[in-house]
């Protein structure tokens, strides 16, 4: 619950601590120059909607010059960020306002970035896309959400976001290298061809620097741990005909155990450490079993409640040492912007991005489970055996490059009474990758437990017959033995290679045709063609193919490989149709070359912005939307064991509720790529309307409506179970085609024992909802007290429905899918303040409130509290050249909220909530003169 009077105390120790810095300032002439120039733009962009200096243009309208940007969603340059489209723009100031120091937190931060997400603390177990962060706007899955910088496509994380998807990873692009970001929560595949159906991401980089920038950042969670470093220069140089900008960034940050929290201290991750159960078929008997003498606790174990007896004891394994709550990580990242004016009418550019990152992870180290049977078949004893407590955890690191090179020439052309911008670009991406983990050579292993035995005879996978002698004398003191001194001969590295590339050449020309007689102005035109090339390639070890006993145990393996190449050409058409209302008009055709039978595909738009009044405009649209599948849904294949939790065979639910430990064991989990798969297509309607009364008074609401048909799914392991349990216990219908298709890809054996797993993408018949955005900023500037801004953001998902089989009922989406639920609501709200003390002093603050919705417990039943959480900074322009900050994340020191109902660990959204507590970061910055 959000702690009303804790934050007010925090409040005003911060801004107390902020008047109460000394005041002193040394500067000299160039500098006041300088720093007056940025206040002055500071200014202006303020009441500009934040138009910055990169992209810009002059167009001729009226016989004035109007300064122009090209924004996100569109290829015609327009003067202000409020176009036909809803659009947010944060700038560097935004970020240190709102605590946020990285790219990825930025995006994280936004309301309608409200889906599920793999990145952070959400990949507790599941080992998928370590260190990596995706977006996912509007909830539609981050495969749907285009991530650009300067325009162009960057290469995907190598790797599916959650085994199911490809997707950018965010935390590839330097955070020294950027100037804004623009987000459009709008379809734009009229504009940029597949993905961008959920929305658009826009990086723009830094471009024209004169100075020298240091910065600092620093920062630790209360309790001590996560310590996070980040160092950073960006410098630039502008001579006659151009400019150079190189920026460098280096970023580390501590790995966060689930010991270490104090939170989870009263769910800790117990594992079965050993046990061994013996049932004798002859007498009836079941029962468990262990060496006389055997101490739990002596070989760091913890024995179980149910059984102590000596001679009959079972011991648990407190995992939460080897479960990573955050990644250790080392990046590197590099940024170089070069400028170049060849002539009067054509300029040349190139835009290089480079990150090197090491990150490494840990989990609960694999589990083995069996039988072994004597040669009279009758005894057998049921073995679970982790060996997280004598050979470590399962520790992995993930060496990972990134690179982004975009260059190419812009210029102007004169074609009769008009002049044409144009610009050919060229960009070229790759993302490579080498996956170590540790693992446990499985033949070694069946040797290990069966060591000293005379005969034996494999019947099953993990099922034996042995000799008697050694079933009666040997087998259980081999169970319960220490493997550590074994350790070399059981343990390797599986290694799994992958890349993923991006290339592209586009051309565009923009000008203006004619008014035709009847329109206000020329109409202008925008003409593009694209041609582009994507590969993929995901090569694991041969180990960790083979599937006959001598690979890896409990390790699957994804592989896949191929490429397409795509060509599209599009048209945008801006017409003033009056003084207050104009149109725009875009369509686009992209024709793929690959394995599948997409071929081409057509998308339109059509757009309206109307100003009846200076202080009142409208905004609508009407566009197609498009999505080709994804490289991996494609081409992706694994197979290989998984551990998944029985929610239906364990009987652990008692009608409410999940009463004890599902069992939880390893199955054959079979993926496979398509290519009969069909593209995504759909609409997306849009309503809004954008009221400024005043100048400081700044009011925009939206409505849209989004259907994908033919949506292209990839069910996990435990979504395939927990829609099993649904069907199971009603909640889904049964007879349903959807409950038909659970069961025929999650196989039981005659015991009812999951055996195998079929995992594959495909066509759903669709996805539908509907959402309503609002946007309210204000500023007050006070001569005495300083200058005042608050904004706020709202996002409401007022319906989402997904329907898998026409014929069945469609699934009510607006607060997820267990195990990924989603807020209904999300809302951010920020405060600023800032006072200047003289001419180059001044303090200020920021309190930045997140609010996420009611989300529904696991089973359905009840909806759990709202989440707040806030993050207040404050900082301190001691001159013209250092600026010091402090920024508190998570102030009030805020709790995940607990579902009771779930039957997985961490028992809380771990996607949405974190248990890491509040946390402090220090920030310096000196500008340092050329």
Same mark, same amino acid.
């Given at each position: 619950?959000f702690?009303?009077?804790?934050?007010?105390?925090?409040?005003a120790?911060v801004?107390?601590l902020?008047v109460?810095?000394p005041?002193h300032?040394?500067e000299?002439?160039a500098?006041?120059? &300088?720093t007056?120039?940025?206040?002055?733009?500071?200014k202006?962009?303020r009441s500009?909607?934040?138009?910055?200096?990169?992209?810009k243009?002059?167009v001729?309208?009226s016989?004035?010059?109007?300064?122009t +940007?090209?924004v996100?969603?569109?290829?015609?340059?327009r003067?202000?960020?409020?176009g036909p489209?809803?659009m947010?723009v944060l700038?560097?100031?935004?970020?240190k306002?709102?605590?946020?120091?990285?790219v990825?937190d930025v995006?994280d931060?936004m309301?309608?970035?409200?889906g599920y997400s793999?990145?952070?603390s /959400?990949?507790?177990?599941?080992g998928?896309?370590v %260190?990596?962060?995706?977006?996912?706007?509007?909830?539609?899955?981050s495969?749907?959400?285009?991530v650009?910088?300067?325009?162009?496509r960057?290469?995907?994380?190598p790797?599916p976001f959650?085994?199911?998807?490809?997707?950018?990873?965010l935390?590839?692009?330097p955070?020294?290298? $950027?100037s804004?970001?623009? +987000?459009?929560?709008?379809?734009a595949?009229?504009?940029?061809?597949?993905?961008?159906?959920?929305?658009?991401?826009?990086?723009?980089?830094?471009r024209d620097?004169e100075?020298t920038l240091?910065?600092?950042?620093m920062?630790?969670?209360e309790?001590g741990?996560?310590?996070?470093?980040d160092?950073?220069?960006?410098t630039?140089?502008?001579?006659?005909?151009?400019s150079?900008?190189?920026?460098?960034?280096?970023r580390t940050?501590n790995?966060?155990s689930?010991d270490e929290?104090?939170y989870?201290?009263?769910?800790r991750f117990?594992v079965?450490?050993i046990?061994a159960?013996i049932?004798?078929f002859?007498? /009836?008997?079941?029962?468990?079993v262990?060496?006389?003498g055997?101490?739990?606790?002596?070989n760091?174990?913890v024995?179980t409640e149910t059984?102590?007896e000596?001679?009959a004891?079972?011991c648990?394994f407190d995992?939460?040492?080897?479960i990573?709550?955050?990644?250790e990580?080392?990046?590197?990242s590099a940024?170089?912007?070069?400028?170049?004016q060849?002539?009067?009418s054509?300029r040349?550019?190139?835009?290089?991005l480079m990150?090197?990152?090491d990150? *490494?992870?840990? +989990?609960s180290a694999?589990?083995?489970?069996?039988?072994?049977?004597?040669?009279?078949?009758t005894?057998?004893v049921d073995i679970?055996?982790?060996f997280?407590?004598d050979?470590?955890?399962?520790t992995?690191?993930y060496?990972q490059e990134m690179?982004?090179?975009?260059?190419g020439?812009e210029?102007?052309?004169?074609?009769g009474?008009?002049?044409?911008?144009?610009?050919?670009?060229?960009? &070229?991406?790759r993302?490579?990758?080498?996956?170590q983990y540790?693992a446990?050579r499985?033949e070694?292993?069946?040797d290990?437990f069966?060591d000293g035995a005379s005969?034996?005879n494999?019947?099953?996978?993990?099922?034996?017959?042995v000799d008697n002698s050694f079933?009666?004398?040997?087998l259980?003191?081999?169970?319960?033995?220490d493997a550590?001194?074994d350790?070399?001969?059981? $343990?390797g590295?599986a290694t799994t290679?992958?890349?993923s590339s991006?290339?592209s050449?586009?051309?565009?020309?923009?000008g203006e045709?004619?008014d035709?007689g009847v329109?206000?102005?020329p109409?202008?035109?925008?003409?593009?063609?694209?041609?582009a090339?994507?590969?993929t390639?995901?090569?694991?070890?041969e180990?960790?193919l083979?599937?006959?006993?001598n690979?890896?145990?409990?390790?699957?393996?994804?592989?896949?490989?191929?490429s397409?190449?795509r060509?599209?050409i599009?048209?945008?058409?801006l017409?003033p149709?009056?003084?207050d209302?104009?149109?725009?008009?875009?369509?686009r055709?992209d024709r793929y070359?690959?394995?599948?039978?997409? *071929?081409?595909r057509?998308?339109s738009?059509?757009?309206f912005?109307?100003s009846p009044?200076?202080?009142?405009k409208?905004?609508?649209?009407?566009a197609?939307?498009?999505?080709?599948p994804d490289?991996?849904?494609?081409?992706?294949?694994s197979t290989?064991y998984?551990?998944?939790?029985?929610?239906v065979g364990?009987d652990c639910?008692?009608g409410?509720n999940?009463?004890?430990d599902?069992p939880?064991?390893n199955?054959?989990?079979?993926?496979?790529g398509?290519?009969?798969?069909?593209?995504?297509?759909g609409?997306?309607?849009g309503?809004g309307?954008i009221?400024?009364?005043t100048?400081n008074?700044?009011?925009a609401l939206?409505w849209y409506k989004?259907r994908?048909?033919?949506? +292209?799914v990839?069910?996990s392991a435990?979504?395939?179970?927990?829609?099993?349990?649904?069907?199971?216990t009603g909640s889904?219908?049964n007879s349903?085609?959807?409950?038909?298709?659970?069961?025929?890809?999650?196989?039981?054996d005659a015991?009812g024992?999951v055996?195998n797993?079929?995992?594959?993408?495909q066509?759903h018949a669709y996805?539908e909802?509907q959402g309503?955005?609002?946007?309210?900023?204000?500023?007050?500037e006070?001569v005495?007290y300083?200058n005042?801004?608050?904004?706020m &953001?709202y996002?409401n998902?007022l319906?989402?429905?997904?329907?898998?089989?026409?014929?069945?009922?469609?699934i009510?989406m607006?607060?997820g899918?267990?195990g990924?639920s989603?807020?209904?609501?999300r809302t951010?709200?920020t405060f600023?303040?800032?006072n200047?003390?003289?001419?180059?002093?001044?303090?200020g603050a920021?309190?930045f409130?997140?609010r996420q %919705?009611?989300?529904?417990?696991?089973?359905?039943?009840?909806?759990m509290?709202?989440?707040?959480t806030?993050n207040?900074?404050?900082?301190?322009?001691?001159?013209?050249?250092l600026r $010091? /900050? $402090?920024?508190?994340?998570?102030?009030?020191?805020?709790?995940?909220?607990?579902?009771?109902?779930?039957?997985?660990w961490p028992?809380?959204?771990?996607h949405l909530?974190?248990?890491l507590g509040?946390?402090?970061?220090?920030?310096f910055?000196?500008f340092?003169?050329?």
């Amino acid at each position: 619950m959000f702690e009303k009077k804790r934050l007010s105390l925090c409040v005003a120790a911060v801004l107390g601590l902020a008047v109460a810095m000394p005041l002193h300032a040394q500067e000299v002439a160039a500098d006041e120059q &300088k720093t007056e120039r940025k206040q002055e733009e500071k200014k202006q962009k303020r009441s500009s909607s934040k138009v910055q200096d990169a992209d810009k243009g002059l167009v001729a309208r009226s016989g004035e010059a109007i300064e122009t +940007v090209v924004v996100t969603g569109s290829l015609i340059p327009r003067n202000t960020f409020d176009g036909p489209d809803p659009m947010t723009v944060l700038d560097e100031d935004d970020m240190k306002a709102r605590g946020l120091t990285t790219v990825a937190d930025v995006i994280d931060s936004m309301a309608a970035n409200n889906g599920y997400s793999e990145g952070g603390s /959400g990949n507790l177990l599941s080992g998928f896309t370590v %260190g990596a962060s995706e977006a996912n706007l509007r909830g539609l899955g981050s495969g749907r959400t285009l991530v650009l910088v300067n325009g162009r496509r960057i290469a995907d994380y190598p790797l599916p976001f959650g085994g199911q998807q490809n997707g950018a990873d965010l935390g590839t692009i330097p955070g020294t290298a $950027m100037s804004r970001v623009e +987000v459009l929560t709008g379809s734009a595949s009229a504009i940029y061809g597949s993905d961008a159906v959920g929305g658009v991401i826009n990086v723009i980089t830094k471009r024209d620097m004169e100075q020298t920038l240091v910065t600092a950042n620093m920062g630790a969670y209360e309790d001590g741990y996560g310590f996070t470093k980040d160092l950073s220069f960006v410098t630039g140089k502008a001579f006659e005909r151009g400019s150079v900008t190189v920026s460098l960034e280096q970023r580390t940050s501590n790995a966060i155990s689930a010991d270490e929290v104090e939170y989870l201290d009263d769910r800790r991750f117990l594992v079965t450490g050993i046990g061994a159960n013996i049932q004798d078929f002859e007498n /009836g008997y079941t029962g468990p079993v262990s060496p006389q003498g055997y101490s739990c606790e002596d070989n760091n174990l913890v024995t179980t409640e149910t059984f102590s007896e000596d001679g009959a004891t079972r011991c648990n394994f407190d995992a939460s040492e080897g479960i990573a709550m955050g990644s250790e990580m080392d990046r590197t990242s590099a940024f170089v912007d070069g400028r170049y004016q060849f002539t009067d009418s054509i300029r040349g550019f190139a835009t290089v991005l480079m990150s090197k990152q090491d990150v *490494g992870s840990s +989990v609960s180290a694999s589990n083995w489970s069996g039988r072994v049977i004597n040669a009279d078949f009758t005894k057998a004893v049921d073995i679970g055996r982790s060996f997280s407590h004598d050979l470590g955890f399962t520790t992995s690191s993930y060496d990972q490059e990134m690179w982004t090179l975009m260059a190419g020439l812009e210029g102007e052309v004169e074609l009769g009474d008009t002049v044409w911008n144009w610009d050919v670009g060229y960009s &070229k991406a790759r993302y490579n990758m080498t996956q170590q983990y540790g693992a446990i050579r499985e033949e070694v292993l069946r040797d290990w437990f069966l060591d000293g035995a005379s005969e034996v005879n494999e019947l099953a996978q993990n099922i034996y017959q042995v000799d008697n002698s050694f079933f009666d004398n040997r087998l259980v003191d081999n169970i319960f033995r220490d493997a550590s001194v074994d350790r070399d001969a059981l $343990m390797g590295k599986a290694t799994t290679f992958a890349s993923s590339s991006a290339d592209s050449l586009s051309l565009k020309a923009v000008g203006e045709l004619s008014d035709f007689g009847v329109l206000y102005n020329p109409v202008t035109v925008a003409i593009v063609a694209d041609w582009a090339s994507q590969s993929t390639e995901i090569n694991p070890d041969e180990r960790s193919l083979n599937l006959d006993g001598n690979g890896w145990l409990n390790v699957g393996a994804i592989e896949a490989g191929g490429s397409r190449d795509r060509k599209a050409i599009g048209a945008e058409f801006l017409i003033p149709v009056v003084e207050d209302l104009e149109l725009t008009f875009a369509t686009r055709m992209d024709r793929y070359d690959d394995s599948t039978a997409i *071929g081409g595909r057509n998308t339109s738009s059509l757009k309206f912005l109307y100003s009846p009044f200076d202080m009142l405009k409208f905004r609508g649209s009407y566009a197609q939307t498009f999505r080709a599948p994804d490289m991996f849904n494609i081409y992706g294949e694994s197979t290989g064991y998984q551990v998944v939790t029985d929610l239906v065979g364990g009987d652990c639910f008692d009608g409410e509720n999940f009463t004890g430990d599902c069992p939880a064991y390893n199955v054959v989990s079979t993926r496979r790529g398509r290519d009969d798969l069909e593209e995504e297509s759909g609409k997306d309607l849009g309503l809004g309307l954008i009221f400024t009364p005043t100048n400081n008074v700044n009011v925009a609401l939206d409505w849209y409506k989004v259907r994908l048909n033919d949506l +292209v799914v990839t069910e996990s392991a435990f979504g395939l179970m927990e829609s099993e349990w649904r069907c199971a216990t009603g909640s889904l219908q049964n007879s349903s085609r959807f409950c038909e298709d659970v069961s025929n890809r999650v196989i039981r054996d005659a015991s009812g024992r999951v055996s195998n797993i079929i995992i594959e993408p495909q066509n759903h018949a669709y996805t539908e909802l509907q959402g309503l955005d609002a946007t309210i900023n204000a500023s007050f500037e006070s001569v005495q007290y300083g200058n005042f801004g608050v904004q706020m &953001k709202y996002v409401n998902t007022l319906s989402y429905d997904w329907l898998q089989f026409e014929g069945d009922e469609a699934i009510d989406m607006r607060t997820g899918l267990p195990g990924q639920s989603t807020p209904a609501t999300r809302t951010n709200l920020t405060f600023n303040w800032s006072n200047p003390l003289t001419a180059f002093e001044s303090v200020g603050a920021s309190l930045f409130i997140q609010r996420q %919705g009611r989300v529904d417990n696991f089973t359905g039943t009840n909806s759990m509290e709202p989440h707040y959480t806030a993050n207040l900074s404050g900082f301190y322009q001691a001159s013209a050249r250092l600026r $010091m /900050g $402090m920024t508190v994340r998570n102030l009030t020191n805020t709790m995940p909220t607990t579902d009771n109902t779930s039957p997985r660990w961490p028992y809380y959204w771990s996607h949405l909530q974190s248990p890491l507590g509040r946390s402090v970061n220090l920030s310096f910055s000196y500008f340092l003169s050329n």
